[in-house]
Nanobody, 121 residues
Framework: QVRLVEFGGGLVHPGESLRLSCEAS????????WGWYRQPPGKQRELVAT???????NYADSVKERFTISRDSAKNTVYLQMNSLKPEDTAVYYC???????????????WGQGTQVTVSS
């Protein structure tokens, strides 16, 4: 089992920055992909960014060149640096970890409880 706890949400003005942290505990071994997702008010949850155990990253088009995902394996922590925040970035942000179940495509997903980010003037 893996427990994920997000930190760092809050209320900021447009153009400001925030850094989210996701601290993982439990059986971390075998986790291959870490990700940040968000759910804006009244909308579906969507991908923000992912990072693999090999440090490969992927971003949603809407956050490219503004957000950066990174990982500190020694601290079992994944970060999301968010710069130039816009009102449309307002959402609950969730951390996710995936562990593949070989053979085949099956995987186990673990989710945090989410942290609110509000961008408003």
């Amino acid at each position: 089992q893996v427990r994920l706890v997000e930190f760092g949400g809050g209320l900021v003005h447009p153009g400001e920055s925030l850094r989210l942290s996701c601290e993982a505990s439990g059986t971390i071994i075998g986790i291959r992909t870490w990700g940040w997702y968000r759910q804006p008010p009244g909308k579906q949850r969507e991908l923000v960014a992912t990072i693999t155990s090999g440090e490969g990253t992927n971003y949603a088009d809407s956050v490219k060149e503004r957000f950066t995902i990174s990982r500190d394996s020694a601290k079992n922590t994944v970060y999301l640096q968010m710069n130039s925040l816009k009102p449309e970035d307002t959402a609950v942000y969730y951390c996710k970890a995936e562990r593949p179940i070989p053979p085949g495509p099956r995987k186990v997903e673990y989710w945090g409880q989410g942290t609110q980010v509000t961008v408003s003037s």
